[in-house]
């Protein structure tokens, strides 16, 4: 993967425990632990809107579409 720098503004405090976290071998650079934590926060937020959105399904009518296509899939299914 192919990486671009970008320049941010981090608290001394949060700046000071990401280094311990390099110091201490937990990650091999600076880079690497906001990658990691930045990807984790947008899988989080991925998820969380994937959650919402299927809230806003109706279980009857997602039971009926998967009830359908169970019974597509069971008749195509080679007898014993």
């Not at 091999?28 to 994937?50: F, G, T």
Request: charged fraction near 30%; aromatic fraction near 4%.
């Amino acid at each position: 993967m192919s990486a671009t720098k970008a320049a941010i503004s981090m608290d001394k405090n949060f700046l000071q425990r990401l280094d311990g976290s390099v110091k201490t071998r937990s990650f091999r650079s600076r880079s690497e632990v906001v990658q990691e934590a930045v990807s984790e926060k947008i899988s989080h937020m991925d998820n969380s809107a994937l959650a919402r959105e299927c809230a806003k399904l109706d279980p009857k009518s997602v039971q009926a579409m998967a009830d359908e296509g169970l019974a597509t899939e069971v008749s195509a299914w080679p007898k014993d």
